[in-house]
């Protein structure tokens, strides 16, 4: 399963509309893999795999339709899930590709099986049910196993993906940084620019050697790693440097203060992107990380933003 309807015990009907948007959204991603432009003999396993799922899924929500009259209800409506949420998916699975997706999917399976455990042992009483629940659960199990391995096989893809929303995050952050202080103390757009490709410089070539070392370290532990310490610098410094000329771009075709806040609100974009990566990986809460982080970036802006203005006070605009 996915994301899940809230509720403290699950309920059959709650249930039932999970079992169909999985069995909805797992058809219509396999869709997407098999008319993508990337697609590959591997991304065609996963996307007919991905079918078998949702068929199986199918077969579950058929199951809770039937206890839900057994129970003397009727089964409620088909209801979406928030279409603009699964859009926003879909967007950053066409960006980071299956790996992220396949991550995505592993977390839902874990609190599928949560959940049905929990409806086990508290609510279901009858011994068919329960029987038939145990069956549903080893199901899910298969499906947590099945999206394991995906993402076995999809590991050097996902290592990428680490290197890329972390280098990007960086440069996005410590630069945006720079240009906020440089901001009060400058009045040549030219000089903050410049300023910010200083420090855009020391943090690349900072963030490259560490995530050399941290990999060549990690290297040494871990016998037959794939990922290695060049390829891991080479994508941390691609990617920082992508991060690190957003807040940039904006000084060398705007006025000083719209070029601020030009450059504040592309790196809020980006930055958005590259935190609900971050969360989806780490099973984070999506909307609780994207609040965090947006707001240590407006703290971090307007704190560099201040410094800057009380150098300007002492010292008066440079440039």
Do not use: C
């Not at 076995?152 to 960086?170: H, Q």
């Amino acid at each position: 399963m996915i994301l899940r309807f809230n509720s403290v015990v699950g309920t059959p009907e709650t249930f039932y509309q999970n079992e169909l948007n999985d069995a909805s959204f797992y058809e219509r991603i396999s869709k997407r893999i098999m008319s993508s432009f990337r697609k590959s003999h591997r991304n065609e396993n996963i996307a007919k795999k991905l079918l078998e799922l949702s068929a199986i899924e199918s077969t579950h929500a058929r199951f809770w339709a039937e206890l839900i009259k057994k129970k003397g209800r009727i089964p409620p409506p088909f209801k979406k899930r928030n279409a603009a949420y699964y859009s926003y998916i879909g967007f950053l699975q066409r960006i980071f590709g299956i790996s992220f997706l396949v991550r995505y999917l592993e977390r839902g399976e874990v609190d599928a099986i949560r959940e049905y455990s929990d409806y086990i042992e508290k609510e279901s009483k009858e011994q068919w049910e329960r029987e038939q629940l145990n069956k549903i659960l080893a199901d899910e199990r298969d499906h947590e196993d099945v999206f394991i391995k995906m993402t076995d096989e999809l590991k050097g893809n996902a290592d990428n993906i680490r290197d890329a929303i972390y280098g990007m995050s960086d440069g996005l952050i410590e630069v945006l940084a720079s240009v906020a202080g440089l901001t009060g103390v400058f009045v040549n757009n030219i000089y903050i620019a410049v300023g910010g490709i200083v420090f855009g410089a020391s943090g690349l070539i900072s963030m490259t050697i560490g995530a050399y070392l941290s990999e060549h370290a990690k290297g040494q532990i871990e016998s037959g790693q794939k990922h290695t310490p060049g390829k891991a610098a080479g994508n941390t410094a691609l990617y920082y440097f992508f991060g690190a000329i957003v807040p940039i771009i904006p000084f060398l075709f705007l006025q000083r203060y719209t070029a601020l806040i030009t450059a504040f609100a592309l790196v809020m974009m980006v930055d958005g992107v590259v935190t609900s990566v971050i969360s989806v990986q780490s099973s984070g809460k999506l909307s609780r990380d994207l609040f965090r982080s947006l707001g240590l970036v407006t703290l971090g802006f307007i704190a560099t933003f201040i410094v800057g203005m009380i150098a300007h006070h002492f010292i008066g605009n440079l440039g």
